[in-house]
């Protein structure tokens, strides 16, 4: 281009009022606020005048300009967070927003944040009365404890703990148990933010009750166990179980502490799964707090749960960090409500999505599969190789570590385009469909998919497909 040829184009790209008036006009602009369209000319007029520049050939009349400028306003104002449709299988699904809520939940979380509750009033004296109050009794109830209080979630629950029982002074450790959880949540670092000292002993592999004995001195202030939420050590191993931990705790008057990660109220052997220990085991064998999260395996909403001796968690109550990590309203109304359905373990099983993903037969399994794969095939036909695997799925988010569940998958195989790209053009349609590749397939694996999402996903693969 000359350098006249650019004076006036440049001189004629339209002006950001005269954009703006035109936008105001087009109800396509209608919903969108008045600064987002002003931005998005302004960022598209000064790309326009880049390419001019550039000698790179570019559309300066309205409609072009307008029409980019809309695309750049859409993505501004789409939300970020949004909901995603989960075929990978993995039921706790940390990236995914972990535990899905159920029905009853979501139902008290409208009925208590849209009007008024009774969130720090005690309704039958009339006078002020505590927040956790409605939750500590039912917590007791289906675990055994004494007491127990709910925070912002489990990573809290333990730093509160620690904070509370054994600031400055020395927490014992087993060297096996020095977890790392995802989001890095480490235990020494934890431990040194509650102010605590991180006393290490044993080894990785084996670690004995004379470990414990011999490290107490006039500094501990707590033995604590962990539980290895996502691995497993095999082998040539020891552990010390909590009953003993406890009785030489109580030996040496040193109080004993378990961070379960994810406590299961129900047992898992039950449902062919392997048994776990239950929350209530843990509190039966006399530890002084256990604490857990609330949405790996209990199903609920985000929240770290502490149940233990009154005495401790009396303490815990009265430290004003609890205040920092307090559970706000929508979260304790969703507890309660998951937390209800306990009572009645078959209930609970079928209503928490967790547990209900987690328990279901494979044959169940196999018939989502085959209903999946059918229309699937309906729908796009010969554009792909389909069929169905015998595969695994995983409880994820720190529950049974190593545990596979046995699942029929979905197997696809494009003949247009590569399975890698299939893959990313599912997660990038809307809404998000999130498989996985193996064996050079794209993969869907029915355990995870909701009701009502098959259709969504065949015609989101046949609208892929058809387009290449
Ligand atoms: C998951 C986990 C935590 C953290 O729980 P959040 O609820 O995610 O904060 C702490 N400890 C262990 C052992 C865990 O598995």
Do not use: W
Request: charged share 25%.
């Amino acid at each position: 281009m000359t350098h006249s040829n650019k004076h006036t184009m440049l001189k004629n790209l339209p002006g950001i009022d005269h954009l703006l008036g035109v936008a105001m006009q087009n109800p396509d602009f209608s919903d969108i606020p008045r600064s987002v369209i002003v931005d998005s000319l302004r960022n598209t007029l000064e790309k326009r005048r880049k390419n001019i520049l550039n000698d790179i050939e570019t559309d300066i009349s309205d409609k072009a300009i307008l029409d980019k400028a809309l695309v750049l306003a859409d993505e501004t104002i789409k939300p970020r967070l949004v909901n995603v449709i989960n075929a990978t299988g993995v039921v706790l699904h940390t990236n995914l927003g972990r535990a899905l809520l159920c029905e009853d939940a979501l139902k008290n979380i409208r009925e208590v944040s849209q009007s008024f509750s009774n969130l720090e009033m005690n309704i039958k004296t009339g006078k002020r009365g505590i927040r956790y109050e409605a939750i500590d009794e039912l917590i007791c109830e289906l675990t055994g404890a004494q007491s127990a209080i709910a925070v912002n979630n489990n990573a809290g629950a333990v730093l509160l703990a620690l904070n509370t029982i054994a600031k400055k002074r020395q927490v014992v450790v087993s060297r096996g148990e020095l977890v790392e959880i995802g989001g890095s949540f480490r235990v020494p670092d934890v431990m040194s933010k509650s102010g605590c000292i991180l006393k290490e002993i044993g080894t990785t592999n084996r670690t004995h009750l004379k470990d414990y004995e011999t490290a107490v001195c006039d500094e501990t202030g707590l033995f604590l166990k962990v539980h290895a939420s996502n691995y497993t050590i095999e082998g040539f191993t020891a552990s010390v179980n909590l009953n003993n931990l406890v009785k030489l705790g109580r030996d040496k008057n040193i109080p004993v502490m378990e961070d379960l990660g994810s406590g299961t109220l129900i047992d898992f052997s039950k449902y062919g799964l392997p048994f776990e220990p239950t929350i209530a085991d843990s509190v039966n064998s006399g530890a002084d707090i256990v604490t857990f999260s609330g949405d790996k395996l209990l199903g609920g909403p985000q929240a770290g749960i502490i149940v233990g001796k009154k005495e401790s968690i009396d303490k815990i109550k009265a430290n004003p960090l609890t205040r920092a990590l307090r559970i706000d309203k929508m979260t304790l109304a969703a507890l309660e409500s998951t937390l209800k359905l306990y009572r009645d373990e078959k209930k609970a099983v079928k209503k928490i999505p967790t547990l209900r993903m987690l328990t279901i037969p494979f044959k169940e399994i196999c018939k989502k599969a085959d209903l999946l794969l059918k229309i699937i095939q309906k729908e796009i036909g010969i554009l792909a190789d389909t069929d169905l695997a015998d595969m695994d799925s995983r409880p994820g988010g720190g529950s049974f570590p190593q545990l596979n569940l046995a699942t029929r998958c979905i197997t696809i195989k494009p003949h247009n385009m590569s399975v890698s790209k299939l893959e990313a053009k599912m997660r990038m349609s809307t809404p998000a469909i999130i498989g996985r590749i193996e064996n050079n397939k794209y993969i869907l694996d029915p355990r995870t998919i909701q009701e009502g999402q098959d259709m969504i996903i065949s015609s989101t693969l046949s609208r892929i497909l058809q387009k290449k």
